[in-house]
């Protein structure tokens, strides 16, 4: 991240995910497209002004796909979702992950020792594919270097790319390395013990293995402001220590910005095993879907943001991502609401340039359509803000 | 998964999402009788949540996502602001008539239906009512649609004085109480207190020694672990019921997974289900000996 981005009062800027086209995901599971799918990629075109995308519906027109067609689709998928949060306004961007299957699946096919077994529902009506350890873990190859290249060639604003963090990888795993004879006969107290020791090599290792080697890669190409991402952090109350001693084994002594994502928990449990993680330099953090959708900037009106105090007291004075965009439903905050978001938050840390703004997490279970109203109001929100502050 | 998915997005029709469903349920009733289950689940597989048909009933919205205990699911709070209503058609929570007989309802506990609420009622107060304006009535709808086993899940530990008699009375089946996601050892003589035909345990958290040998209940024994991928080896959980048999001695032994197995992919859980009916099969086998 550049020195002026650091210090800029409410940056702005996505988490990660964005849905990804219907042309997209036809195109690359060789399924046949049909008008619907060239007129979205023509409107969205159109709407965008992405630069020459006539070449891309010439190329929708000519399927069956070979390997670098579809490659080259997954590259305009990219550009596409760049330019709409550019043309949102936000200040810094990616690609909404258009080039991976999902956060957890794209790292685990790239790394050794994972083997799939099968979908599991997160939520609703929603699944993510799970796989389990089972050897050694090791980086088979660099996984966001290539999307990163192609972004740095295109991007007008400022990049941050999102990485998925060890400690999640590992708790969305099955463990079939670690901890794997068991006999219910033995002492519970016993088989417990075992367990967190186990657990505690399995995440250490994809920290050490298969994180910090790929952020190495990315920092090579010239990466600067890095996000691991960590929805799973909070899963295991009694094991916060661990995920910071993963997140500090990843990024320890490598020469970038480095950010974290958390989501849907309880955030109080962060407190104090965060406290350890001064090179931690933002925490991206999901509150909206746990706030009010009336107007206010009191603590009675803005109930979802109660622990945001506890980020502002860390002692190495990280910047809050403030999460004002709840992500699981198709409400569109209104400016006026996100203003108010931002000035309980301004007000409660008394310093707006510790405060960024962002959706409250990856934005792929919405529309592009949802997805772009939502963060073109979280930027007039931003805007709203500023006037009231004089910024 | 992908017709759940492709409807959210308007790209498959509602005909094409229950023929999904009705496909998975028949492969589960295939693997179920495969497996020589004495009692018959539809898997709920069109429940999004513990909660969810139960809310359907009640005409009440899901509300905020919040994470299921410490895994990587997320159910939606139930949304029960004000006086809750008695239930008339608790069809949600019946099997289909695929489903073969005798069949075990799922359902949550009132106890933790009441913690999980998203409510401005006194907790204690909303827990009675959801036992007899929500829990009964949907039970009584199970059990007239088939089930002879009605197993409460209660993953939440802690509270034992629930009021339970609503559920029991005049109920011709066998009631379990299912405690899991935690150790049960500290409060096995609460529990043996409750109105219940039977307890179940997670012994993937509980010491068997815990369980004592004063067991005047039927035993519920989670042996199968829902949350690991590995499968468990069949000589050993056999002798993990076997031992049961002989140290805790119940009035009835049930062999069950610790949870439900909906943190596995289908085909490990498929795989599990199979084991359970092999290692109940040959424990049978061994008891008759």
Redesign the interface.
Known sequence: MTAELDHKPLLTHEIGSL?KP?WRVKAYAGKPLDEKDLEEARAWGERLAVPEYGKLLDLLRHAPFGKEQKAEIQRWSSLYALRLEESAGLDVVYDGEQQRTEMYDWAVNHTNGFER????????????S?A?VIGPISLREPFHNAEFSYLVSVADAELKIPVTGAYTIA??S???RYD?D????E???D??RKRKAARRDFVLEVARSLIRPNLESLIGLGAGWIQVDEP?A????DELDLFVDSFNASVEGLNATFSTHLC??DYNLFFPAIERMSQCRQFAVGFA??DSRELGTSDEKRPGYQVIKKFRDLSYKPALGLGVLDI?SDFIESPELVRDRVLHAVTVFDDPSRIHVTPDCGLRTR?WKVAYEKLRNMKAGVELAREALRL | MAATRGIDRGRVGADAVDQAFADDQAAFVRVQTKAGMDFFSDGLLKWQDIFRPLMGALGVKPHTLVRWFDTNTFFREPELVGKVATVKNPDGVVAAASVPRPRVATLPSPYMFSRAAHSDQDRNRLMLDLAQRVLRPAIDAAVAGGAELVHLEDPWLGYFGIKLQALHHNLKATLAFHVYFGDAGPHIAQLLRLPVDAIGVDLIETDVAELGSVWDKGLVAGIINGRSSILESLDNTVEVARHLADTVRPRNLFLTSNCELGYLPTVVAEQKVLRLGEAAHKAKELASV
Not at chain 1, 117 to 126: E, I, L, P, T, W
Not at chain 1, 234 to 237: H, K, L, P
């Open positions: 849905d219907g077994r099968g979908s599991v529902r997160a939520f609703d009506n929603k699944y993510y799970k389990a708790d969305w099955f463990d079939e794997v068991t006999d219910l006969r002492p519970a107290a088989r417990r799973g909070s899963t295991e109350a849907f928990s879907n746990y699981h529309s």
